[in-house]
C-alpha cells in the first residue's frame, strides 16, 4: 500500500485531514465487504444445506457492491493504485508530468460526468419512488451516495495533478 500523495511533512494539517477521510472511508468500505462476505456465506448454507436461499441475497449483493465500489473510488485515487498505462514514452522527462496532468484532467472530467449523471439518475429514482423488487429498499439514496463520491474522487485526481505539476516544477531537471 503506497502512502497517499498528502502525508508529507510539509503540511501536517493536509495529512491529517488525508488520513481521516482514507480512515473514514476505509472502515465503510470495510464494514461493506464485511457485510457481502457474510451476506454471501449465509445465502450460500441456505441455498445448499437448506435448500433456503437468502430471500433478497441478489439485491442485497447489488447494493452492498455498489457502495463498496464508489467508496473505494476516492481511496484507490489518494493511494495511486488505479492501472495506469504508459503508452506515449517519447516525451522528454520534463514533459511527462505535464503529460500525467493532463491524462489526470481527462480522468477528472470522466469522473465528474459519471457523477452528474448519477446525480440526475438518483433525483429521478428518488422521485419515482424506485425501490428493489424484492426487499422494496429504496435505491435513490445509494445512487446520491454514488454520485458524490463521484465527484469527491474526480476533485482528488484534479488535487493530484495539481501537486504532481508543482513537484515537476520543484524537481531539478534531468538530461538523458
Not at 502512502?3 to 508529507?8: D, L, T
Not at 493536509?14 to 480512515?23: K, N, Q, T
Not at 465528474?112 to 438518483?122: F, N, S, T
Request: positive net charge; glycine residues 8%; hydrophobic residues 55%.
Amino acid at each position: 500500500m503506497s502512502a497517499s500523495p498528502f502525508a508529507h511533512p510539509g503540511n501536517p494539517a493536509l495529512a491529517a485531514f488525508s488520513r481521516r477521510i482514507e480512515g473514514l472511508l476505509g472502515g465503510i468500505a470495510a464494514l461493506a465487504l464485511t457485510g457481502l462476505m457474510a451476506l454471501t456465506c449465509v445465502d450460500v448454507i441456505g441455498r445448499y444445506l437448506f435448500n433456503r436461499p437468502l430471500q433478497g441475497g441478489f439485491e442485497l449483493t447489488e447494493l452492498t457492491m455498489g457502495a463498496l465500489i464508489f467508496t473505494s473510488l476516492p481511496l484507490v485515487t489518494l493511494r495511486r493504485q488505479h492501472v495506469r498505462v504508459d503508452l506515449i514514452d517519447l516525451l522528454p522527462a520534463r514533459w511527462q508530468a505535464l503529460q500525467h496532468a493532463l491524462l489526470d484532467l481527462v480522468a477528472a472530467v470522466c469522473m465528474g460526468v459519471i457523477g452528474w449523471r448519477l446525480w440526475i439518475k438518483a433525483g429521478d429514482m428518488a422521485r419515482a419512488g424506485e425501490t428493489t423488487a424484492t426487499l422494496q429498499i429504496t435505491v435513490g439514496p445509494l445512487v446520491y451516495y454514488m454520485a458524490v463520491l463521484s465527484f469527491v474522487t474526480a476533485a482528488l485526481i484534479v488535487l493530484l495533478a495539481w501537486f504532481d505539476l508543482l513537484g515537476a516544477r520543484r524537481r531539478p531537471e534531468v538530461h538523458s
